[in-house]
C-alpha cells in the first residue's frame, strides 16, 4: 500500500528497504519500523499524537467467516486507516489485530479527540459494514491515544500512557476511543484486568452471596453493585415476575416495569440469553427502539432464570453511556448469576 514516496519524506526511512518496511499482509509499516519511526520521532523531540487501534471480537469474524475474511478484514481497515491518516502521519501493524496511528495533526486534547471522533464518526473506517468474500460483518474497534510531549516524556512512558487509554476503552465496553488526560488516566493500573478475569469475579460472587448475616435481598444488591462497579456499566438489575425489582447504582434507573418484563419476556423466549449484536437489534424492531429510547438506554443484556421450568425472573446489565460491544465473559457472568440467585431463592 505505501509506497517509496510516501516514506521519504521522513528522515527515518531515507535508506529504507520498502519491501522490509511494509507488511506483508495489509501494506503498511511493519510493527519493527512504526516502532521504530515512533522511537526515532521521540528522539528527536518531534511533536506528535500517537493512538493503537484494536478491532472488537477480531476472533470471532475468525472464527465464523474463515481466517481468508478476517486477513480481508485487516487489510480493508488498514486500507481505511492509511487513507484517513494521508499525509498528516503514518500508519503501522502492531500486530494481530492490533493497529497503530502516527500523526502530525495536533497533540493538544482537542485537537486529538476532534481528530480521533471524526475518524470514528465520519471517516469511514469501523462502525461500518465490511464485505469480504460476499460475506458482511459489521466491524468496531476500540483505540486509546496519547501524545509526545504533552503527556509522556519518554518512549516507554508514551505506550505506558497509551496502555491505560486503552485499558480503560475495553473497560467502558469497546467500540469508543479514549484520549489520555493524566487527571483521569494516571492512576490505571494496566494489569487490574486480571482482577477482574472471570475466576476473580465468581470468587467474589460467591463471597458475597455466602455472607449469611444478611437478607438474601442484601446479598443480591450487594452482588448487583460489584457487578456495575467491576464491568463499569451503568446497571445491574434483577427483576422478578412478581414485578419485584433489586437494583444495583446510585441514581440511574431505567424504570423497571410491566412494559419490561414483556419485553425480556420475548427476548428470552427461545433461549435463556440475549446479546445484541449490534445496534441492529434494537433498531429492527420498533418496540425495543422505543422501550430503550424512553429509557435513555443504549444497549443491554438479559438472561432468564427459569425454576422448575416456570420463570423466575430475569437478569439485565444496562449500559446508558456508550455502544457497548458485550464480550463472552459478561454472558458468562449473566449465566453464572442465573445459577447463584437460584440456589439463593432456593434455600
Request: aromatic content about 12%; charged content about 25%.
Amino acid at each position: 500500500m505505501y509506497k517509496l514516496e510516501d516514506l521519504k519524506k521522513y528522515e527515518y526511512f531515507n535508506d529504507i528497504n520498502i519491501d522490509y518496511a511494509l507488511d506483508p499482509l495489509t501494506g503498511v509499516l511493519s510493527r519493527t519500523n512504526i516502532l521504530g519511526f515512533a522511537r526515532h520521532l521521540v528522539e528527536n523531540n518531534v511533536e506528535f499524537m500517537m493512538g493503537i487501534l484494536d478491532i472488537d471480537n477480531f476472533k470471532l469474524i475468525n472464527d465464523n467467516y474463515g481466517h481468508k475474511v478476517g486477513d480481508g478484514c485487516l487489510q480493508q481497515l488498514a486500507s481505511n486507516l492509511a487513507k484517513y491518516v494521508g499525509n498528516d502521519g503514518l500508519v503501522g501493524r502492531f500486530g494481530g489485530d492490533e493497529f497503530i496511528v502516527i500523526s502530525f495533526k495536533g497533540t493538544s486534547y482537542d485537537d486529538v479527540h476532534e481528530y480521533i471522533e471524526k475518524m470514528f464518526n465520519e471517516g469511514n473506517i469501523v462502525r461500518k459494514k465490511f464485505k469480504v468474500d460476499n460475506v458482511n460483518f459489521y466491524v468496531t474497534a476500540t483505540i486509546g491515544c496519547a501524545s509526545f510531549p504533552k503527556d509522556a516524556k519518554t518512549y516507554d512512558e508514551l505506550f505506558l500512557t497509551i496502555d491505560k487509554a486503552l485499558y480503560r476503552g475495553k473497560t467502558k465496553g469497546r467500540n469508543c476511543f479514549i484520549v489520555y488526560v493524566e487527571a483521569k488516566h494516571k492512576n490505571i493500573e494496566v494489569h487490574k484486568m486480571e482482577q477482574s478475569s472471570l475466576p476473580n469475579m465468581f470468587s467474589r460472587i460467591s463471597e458475597l452471596a455466602d455472607n449469611n448475616k444478611i437478607s438474601v435481598e442484601d446479598r443480591v444488591k450487594n452482588i448487583l453493585d460489584y457487578i456495575t462497579l467491576a464491568l463499569q456499566i451503568s446497571q445491574a438489575s434483577l427483576l422478578l415476575t412478581d414485578k419485584s425489582t433489586i437494583v444495583s447504582g446510585d441514581g440511574y434507573n431505567c424504570n423497571i416495569d410491566d412494559e419490561c418484563l414483556d419485553i425480556f419476556k420475548n427476548l428470552t423466549a427461545n433461549d435463556t440469553l440475549f446479546i445484541p449484536t449490534g445496534l441492529s437489534n434494537f433498531a429492527n424492531n420498533k418496540k425495543i427502539a422505543k422501550f430503550v429510547s424512553d429509557r435513555k438506554i443504549i444497549t443491554f443484556i438479559v438472561s432468564k432464570i427459569v425454576f422448575s421450568k416456570k420463570t423466575f425472573g430475569y437478569l439485565i446489565l444496562f449500559e446508558d453511556k456508550i455502544t457497548r460491544i458485550w464480550q463472552e465473559r459478561e454472558a458468562a457472568l449473566l449465566l453464572y448469576l442465573n445459577k447463584v440467585i437460584e440456589i439463593l431463592f432456593n434455600k
